[in-house]
């Protein structure tokens, strides 16, 4: 039975943002963390038409890293840093927003001209109190940087920390684990039970945990120190995170998270007062704070 091995069960909201949805699994309700991670959204799959693209403006955030994961399609993402760097499938932008960054993120010019393909996963995850306003920081870690594990018919990426024997180099400020699993026909892969808190996430096609047939675009919270085997009759693609739990909650709201309701009120007058640093070769445009955000949890 399912409830043998899986703790919770999160369901997603899926938003229509024009030409795409996005399927976002954490923060709910339910449940606002797993390990360090404390949002999850699943972008696309999507062909947008021919000359538009994703245009997400310049917007603030703080004591958080921001890790974006594509599978399909390409993101241009600058950053008040001065950081410009695009992003393909198989590689991972990681942003440290400690005190305060401002980012965009859009579709390239050159993949605009035929239409942009859209697929990838972006997460959010928190910052330890010791390390929460520490200062920003970006980093890209190329597709051939990250170790893949390739047994039994699956293709296992190690996108943050140590899987399986292998470690990826991307920077982690609390124990994390996080890895795209492909899975052809026939393939399987263990899912060991090291990590205090872990999820399994069907990102698309067709899989099963320890038998039992999971669902696309839900987040699998697994039971801690239970190992399983994931696998797959037909194939499929899916997301393996989590880390150590952490002691103490976070504050959502909006783009701001921290472990102080108070700091995130300050990040909202500061926003309003101009007080965050600007994007160099994107400052003619913002996103202004929304009366109501989609994205709000207060534990």
Request: hydrophobic share 40%; glycine share 10%; aromatic share 8%.
């Amino acid at each position: 039975m399912l409830d043998d091995f899986v703790l919770q069960t999160i369901l997603p909201s899926t938003h229509d943002l024009g030409g795409f949805k996005v399927h976002r699994t954490l923060p709910n309700k339910d449940r606002t963390m797993v390990g360090p991670f404390l949002f999850f959204d699943q972008m696309g799959p999507a062909h947008l038409e021919v000359g538009t693209g994703i245009d997400v403006r310049p917007h603030p955030h703080i004591n958080l890293s921001t890790v974006t994961y594509l599978f399909d399609g390409a993101i241009d993402h600058r950053d008040s840093l001065g950081t410009k760097a695009r992003i393909e499938p198989g590689a991972v932008n990681l942003m440290t927003a400690g005190h305060g960054i401002v980012h965009s993120e859009r579709s390239p010019g050159d993949e605009r001209a035929g239409g942009p393909n859209l697929s990838g996963i972006q997460t959010w995850l928190a910052l330890p109190e010791a390390v929460e306003e520490i200062d920003p920081a970006f980093e890209h870690v190329t597709k051939a940087q990250l170790p893949v594990i390739e047994a039994h018919g699956a293709r296992s990426r190690i996108i943050m920390g140590s899987l399986w024997g292998q470690s990826a180099p991307t920077t982690t400020y609390s124990g994390t684990i996080y890895a795209d699993i492909a899975l052809d026909p026939g393939a399987s892969v263990p899912i060991d039970a090291a990590a205090e808190e872990r999820a399994v996430y069907l990102a698309m096609g067709e899989a099963t945990l320890e038998g039992v047939k999971l669902e696309p675009q839900v987040l699998y919270v697994l039971r801690p120190g239970i190992a399983a085997t994931l696998r797959s009759a037909s194939g499929g693609r899916a997301m393996l995170c989590g880390g150590d739990a952490f002691t103490t909650p976070r504050h959502v709201w909006w783009n701001f998270v921290s472990s102080n309701r108070d700091r995130i009120e300050q990040a909202k007058r500061d926003w309003n007062a101009g007080n965050f640093p600007q994007v160099p070769g994107d400052e003619k445009e913002r996103i202004e704070i929304p009366a109501i955000p989609k994205t709000v949890s207060y534990p």
